[in-house]
């Protein structure tokens, strides 16, 4: 269905790439528009939320206790470099290689 039809505001302009952007998500120029039709009718189901009448809902004031229990702290043998490099999809002098996260990225043209 069109998201015009649906009555959806789409999530439009600097608005998208700046949330990929915070959520580390990178779409291709392709993708662009349909995830900002995702994201814009997730948006719109999360304002359903503002009709629920919560009038007679009392605040939550302590959460219990016992759920917010900590285990006990053990020393228990990790894994040696060997095993956790063989794990890793890229290794560079023995150590994970990691790509860089402050590149800059290219925009797609509107």
């Known amino acids: 269905m069109d998201p015009k039809e649906e009555g959806l505001v789409l999530v439009a ?7 990929a952007s915070l959520a580390r998500l990178r779409f291709t120029c392709a993708e662009q528009e349909r995830m ?11 304002g359903l939320l503002h009709e629920v009448d919560t009038a007679e809902v009392l605040p939550l004031q302590q959460q219990d206790i016992e759920a917010r229990a900590l285990r006990n702290d053990k020393v228990r043998q990790g894994l040696s470099r060997e095993e956790a490099l063989a794990a890793a999809p890229r290794v560079r002098l023995g150590f994970f290689s990691v790509p860089k996260v402050l590149a800059q990225e290219k925009r797609c043209a509107r």
């Open 13 to 19: 302009g600097e608005e998208l790439p700046r949330i």
């Open 36 to 46: 900002a039709v995702e994201l814009s009718r997730i948006v719109d189901y999360m």
